[in-house]
């Protein structure tokens, strides 16, 4: 029971994101369940105002959570010195309701969508583009607000699932760190919130 529940709940949530989305989900075949093979995830930063009773400012990431399945990640599902979806299917979404500055980048508040790009020798960067609404392969370079470069780590385990955070900073701090992780690598770039 508690097996069919787990499975009822993802794909309520796989349906969900679908419909959210203007998109529609066909019906698996009599007998047999299935979940998205690139399920929607997000991350989510909640912002104080400081205010008794107020309703805290966010800044969201929504994204397509590819999984490895014993494929290799880097310079295979993250290709080799070509733009990213940074995800799969749908773009990547970046929503703030406060002005954010990553790296040397100033993001006003609103909405966009985050691309990257990855070499062997130049890293990582994090391209923070004012298009919304695309697919993920649909990028307009002259639509970019901004690249930043992010600092490489490898990891000690393989992550199957590619998995985009938020982390706050230490408490009283105004920012924190927004960190890509898959296969043997994570990326990341401060950002500091503006007052």
Do not use: C, H
């Not at 599902?77 to 979806?85: C, N, S």
């Not at 923070?128 to 607000?145: A, F, S």
């Amino acid at each position: 029971m508690r097996r069919f529940v787990v499975l009822s709940a993802a794909l309520l949530v796989s349906a969900t994101a679908a419909m959210a989305q203007g998109m529609t989900m066909a019906a698996p075949p009599a007998g047999k369940l299935s979940i998205a093979a690139s399920p929607r995830a997000m991350a989510v930063l909640s912002i104080s105002t400081g205010v008794r009773g107020a309703t805290p400012l966010k800044v969201t990431v929504d994204y397509g959570q590819p999984f490895a399945r014993g494929r290799v990640v880097e310079g295979t599902l993250i290709p080799t010195a070509e733009v990213w979806r940074t995800g799969a299917n749908a773009a990547t979404s970046l929503v703030t309701d406060v002005e954010l500055r990553i790296g040397s980048v100033t993001i006003p508040k609103g909405s966009y969508t985050l691309y990257s790009i990855w070499s062997p020798s130049a890293g990582m960067q994090l391209i923070v583009n004012k298009q919304t609404g695309q697919w993920g392969t649909e990028y307009k370079k002259e639509m970019d607000l901004g690249r930043v470069a992010m600092t490489a780590k490898t990891l000690s385990e393989t992550r199957d699932a590619f998995v985009i955070a938020l982390e706050p900073a230490a408490a009283n701090a105004t920012g924190g760190t927004l960190r890509m992780s898959w296969g043997k690598s994570e990326f990341s770039a401060p950002f500091t919130i503006a007052q």
